[in-house]
């Protein structure tokens, strides 16, 4: 299945984010200063973002990759360290399904901390701890496995769209590469948000904190 095929379940609920997100968005006086953590400026091209002036658009990514757009400036940073910038300097800080990848959970409150001082509002986006289709492997219940489990399907099997690592050093390297969050703690990172929760088969499929 293709997920991106503009017909199909993710398709549709990546739109109501979008829908949301612009709500949020509205009422700011133009240009609306952006930064999104982790994301791609195709992302904004798809949503009709790109090339709009009403938007001032920050890409930041842990690789720099050119743009194509004069609203759109993209930047190598790391989202636990947002220094180069000052207090409240984006009217919005976006972020989609990023914050499970920065790290330990210190890492993510470094995270969290630094999108709360940067921006006026926020938007980040993160896939369900307890949601049971583990959505970076693609395996059921994935994510409450130990550690040596994660480990020895890693090395000898291809899980989702990563093919299976033998090398046992890399296969922990990507073991940590990804560490879900509960609402709770994303609650607790951004104890000031609004929480809306994604649905798949009437579960919580994603959480996003939004102020």
Request: include cysteine.
């Amino acid at each position: 299945m293709n997920v991106s095929e503009p017909g199909s379940f993710i398709t549709k609920l990546r739109l109501k984010r979008i829908i949301l997100f612009n709500e949020i968005i509205s009422n700011i006086q133009p240009p609306v200063k952006i930064l999104d953590i982790g994301g791609t400026m195709n992302f904004w091209e798809k949503w009709g973002f790109a090339g709009d002036d009403s938007y001032e658009i920050t890409v930041l990514n842990v690789s720099l990759s050119e743009s194509r757009y004069s609203n759109i400036k993209t930047v190598v940073g790391d989202a636990r360290d947002l220094s180069t910038y000052s207090s409240n300097q984006f009217d919005v800080v976006f972020s989609n399904s990023v914050i499970e990848h920065v790290g330990t959970y210190d890492d993510q409150r470094r995270m969290a901390e630094e999108v709360l001082r940067v921006g006026r509002r926020y938007f980040i986006q993160t896939p369900n701890y307890y949601f049971p289709f583990e959505p970076h492997f693609l395996f059921p219940f994935y994510q409450f496995f130990p550690q040596w489990l994660k480990v020895l399907l890693i090395q000898n099997f291809n899980l989702g769209w990563r093919k299976r690592c033998p090398e046992r050093s890399k296969a922990i390297e990507c073991a940590k590469s990804v560490k879900l969050l509960s609402k709770k703690e994303v609650q607790e990172l951004f104890p000031s948000s609004k929480i809306y929760e994604e649905k798949m088969l009437m579960m919580t499929y994603s959480i996003i904190a939004y102020h």
